[in-house]
């Protein structure tokens, strides 16, 4: 997985882990931030550059976030298992959500033949 940086903010000073996704155009940054009260909660930025007609070539970014606290964990990964498990079942293209899925599973394995019926997020 590629690594990327945010846009330099004063508010980046709190996250204590981050990962990114490189999806096609969008960049997600998965960052763990700590409330005052020293909890820790999931931020997810979907950022996407937005060309402009700037002289320079300067872009902007369009960036939205979503925070996902610690007790809602459990029910959004259930959530988010069931949507994934409606799109590969009701999807008009199996083979390219198959192979999403299984890139998703495990980014650097090769192809599996393993059924996407079992897929599932554990923690």
């Not at 925070?67 to 949507?83: A, H, K």
């Amino acid at each position: 997985m590629e690594d990327f940086t945010h846009m330099n903010d004063d508010k980046d000073r709190d996250i204590i882990y981050s990962q990114s996704v490189k999806a096609g155009k969008r960049i997600y940054y998965l960052d763990v931030r700590k409330t005052k009260k020293d909890e820790m909660y999931l931020s997810i930025t979907e950022s996407k550059k937005i060309p402009t007609d700037d002289p320079e070539g300067k872009a902007t970014f369009e960036k939205h976030k979503i925070f996902l606290y610690r007790e809602d964990f459990s029910n959004f990964i259930d959530g988010l298992t069931r949507t994934i498990r409606f799109i590969h079942e009701n999807s008009t293209t199996p083979q390219q959500v198959s192979e999403a899925s299984r890139e998703c599973r495990n980014p650097d394995a090769e192809t599996s033949s393993k059924a996407d019926d079992d897929f599932k997020i554990e923690f």
